[in-house]
């Protein structure tokens, strides 16, 4: 909305699933492209990523481009062939249902099958990697990041047997919560930014760069003068409820707020020595249970909801898992 108040043309294609107009994501966006998963393909996301930025009417343009290249059900190579997973799937249905039927936890499966994700998953990342490597090339060529600004980032990361844990669900492992974010364009010296930020800072820092005052209602900070020095709060909100406090290259987890607040993490970590969060410091030094303590009133406000909740009704495709 902010961008479009300004004048901006905005536009979205995405691979539809949570970024739908089922979800209300279409908020704001003048054109809202949806790609059903059946014809999930990065390279037709793209060219109709470039039939959007082809249709110029003179305003300058706000263009989100989404894609599940790298999420479920996975495909392999360039050409994206979805048959060699749904094969594998089928390979090890009556095997894993045998498991279930002898008691194994449906973690413990997923673990041993943990290998075979990964191939597909880094087979996906170079195929991503390829095709907007290639997108990219074709916008600095065409003169765009003369005038432009590219900003590329996601919205999770994806457990392969790290902390035994598989997927994005769980516990707020790194591993999960750490994603790319990167930004180029006119202006903007090459450099590597240290210290953790947020997605939230992603708007503050788009409508700095477009030269419009950002909405009184955003948490975030622009990020063009650099990672702000403030802690920085993660949280998951399912019946397995957990709280995770960034700050100065140092985060705690516990399951509520009382326990951060009676300073009781139930881990901690020293990321800038342990980015891979291997020594649970929690309950042999002092600091785990001051920044629990100290950033618990904090992270409270956060929690409380700024709309109520309704209901949608999903289509069948949506609710096959």
Known sequence: YVLARAGYRTAAVTDSGFFSRTFQQDQGFQWFEEV??????????????RAVRGADDGRPLFLVVH?????????????????????????????????????????EIALDLVGEGRRYYLDSVRDLDRKLGTWLAELEAGGFLEHG?????????????EHEDVGHGGKLWDVKLAVPLALRGPGLAARAERGVVSLIDVAPTLAELARVAPSPTWLGRSLLAGAPKRPTFAFKLDKNREFAIFADQRKVLAPDLAALAAGAPTHAFDLGNDPGELANLAGTVDWPRELAAGLAGALEPLLVPIAG???LELSPELKRP
């Open 36 to 49: 059903a998963a059946g014809d999930w393909n990065l390279t037709r996301t793209l060219e109709r990523a």
């Open 67 to 107: 894609t599940y290249r790298v999420h479920g059900p996975m495909r392999l190579g360039p050409e994206e062939d979805p048959r060699p997973w749904s094969a594998f799937l089928a390979s090890q249905k009556a095997r894993v249902e045998e498991r279930k039927a002898q008691g194994e936890h449906v973690r």
């Open 149 to 161: 600004f590219v900003l590329l980032t996601a919205d999770h990361g994806n457990a392969y047997g």
């Open 309 to 311: 909740q309704d209901a």
